[in-house]
């Protein structure tokens, strides 16, 4: 596997941890109100990093471009900003709003990226 490729597989991994962790937690403490930041953990986390490092494994002009190492830092950068923005939100303090909204749009600037990235160099 290529490096580039699996620096985002390593960051899955950290997040999926994470997000089972979080699991355990909130089994744990009968204290569901994170499932939110559990699942997007999971999502935007786990399973989306990993889907990127196979893709881009297999678009090796795309994965090894300054567009991924950038998007991978606006990516890993965005993320744990939005899930402690997220969680202080379901806790009741809706003032982190505007964070949210700004991590929202950066993640699918960053989104956006990949998808130009990878339709823009398949060859």
Not at 53 to 66: Q, W
Request: charged share 5%.
């Amino acid at each position: 596997m290529q490096p580039y490729a699996q620096r985002w597989i390593f960051s899955a991994i950290v997040y999926f941890c994470v997000a089972v962790g979080l699991g355990v937690y909130m089994g744990a403490s009968h204290d569901h109100s994170l499932h939110t930041v559990h699942a997007h953990l999971n999502l935007l986390g786990w399973v989306t990093q990993a889907l990127i490092g196979l893709i881009y494994n297999f678009f090796p002009l795309a994965g090894a471009s300054r567009v991924a190492t950038v998007q991978f830092w606006i990516h890993n950068i965005t993320l744990p900003v939005m899930m402690v923005a997220l969680g202080v939100l379901v806790k009741g303090n809706p003032a982190v709003e505007p964070v949210m909204g700004i991590t929202s749009v950066i993640m699918l600037g960053a989104v956006i990226l990949f998808a130009v990235n990878v339709i823009g160099r398949r060859a």
